[in-house]
């Protein structure tokens, strides 16, 4: 309900924090292209490398965003990009593999690009982060895995 102290718009963002299965279920069908910042090379088998090779493997357009390896130019198969604004093309989402706290110094970068949702892996939550992103619109999930819910849609 709107009153004059919460305007629509105040009501209206928490719409786009997604935290139910059917609603990651429907961002997963619509999304196409995942830029992942954060990503890790193969050598490190960590999850910010097999997330996203599985992703790519489960259909998923993979655009490698890594925030450390300089001399890296490919991941995955595909060139690496530095920065999410720098991605050409539509984004559907960004997967963010960077600890809670340095999330913060990428949010303009991402903001920029405008994808259609931003999704926090298993562990990682940036509330104030996650606010920003929904008040532009953009679709937040926080703290989940998105192998995982990849895997719960049978992709």
């Given at each position: 309900?709107?009153?004059?102290d919460t305007p629509a718009t105040a009501v209206d963002w928490r719409?786009?924090?997604?935290?139910?299965?059917?609603?990651?279920?429907?961002?997963?069908?619509?999304?196409?292209?995942?830029?992942?910042?954060?990503i890790k090379t193969e050598e490190t088998g960590q999850p910010a490398?097999?997330?996203?090779?599985?992703?790519?493997?489960?259909?998923?357009?993979?655009?490698?965003?890594?925030?450390?390896?300089?001399?890296?130019?490919?991941?995955?198969?595909?060139?690496?990009?530095?920065?999410?604004?720098?991605?050409?093309?539509?984004?559907?989402?960004?997967?963010?593999?960077?600890?809670?706290?340095?999330?913060?110094?990428?949010v303009d970068d991402i903001l920029s690009k405008h994808p259609a949702?931003?999704?926090?892996?298993?562990?990682?939550?940036?509330?104030?982060?996650?606010?920003?992103?929904?008040?532009?619109?953009?679709?937040?999930?926080?703290?989940?895995?998105?192998?995982?819910?990849?895997?719960?849609?049978?992709?």
């Amino acid at each position: 309900m709107t009153t004059p102290d919460t305007p629509a718009t105040a009501v209206d963002w928490r719409t786009h924090l997604i935290d139910d299965d059917a609603g990651i279920e429907r961002l997963l069908r619509r999304t196409h292209r995942i830029a992942v910042l954060g990503i890790k090379t193969e050598e490190t088998g960590q999850p910010a490398y097999y997330v996203p090779e599985y992703a790519q493997r489960a259909g998923y357009a993979i655009v490698p965003v890594p925030v450390y390896y300089p001399d890296v130019t490919e991941i995955l198969g595909e060139p690496v990009v530095r920065t999410v604004s720098a991605v050409p093309g539509q984004v559907d989402m960004v997967n963010v593999f960077r600890r809670p706290r340095d999330i913060d110094q990428h949010v303009d970068d991402i903001l920029s690009k405008h994808p259609a949702s931003v999704w926090f892996q298993l562990g990682i939550r940036n509330d104030a982060a996650a606010e920003r992103f929904a008040r532009a619109g953009i679709d937040v999930v926080q703290d989940r895995c998105l192998l995982v819910e990849l895997q719960a849609i049978g992709r």
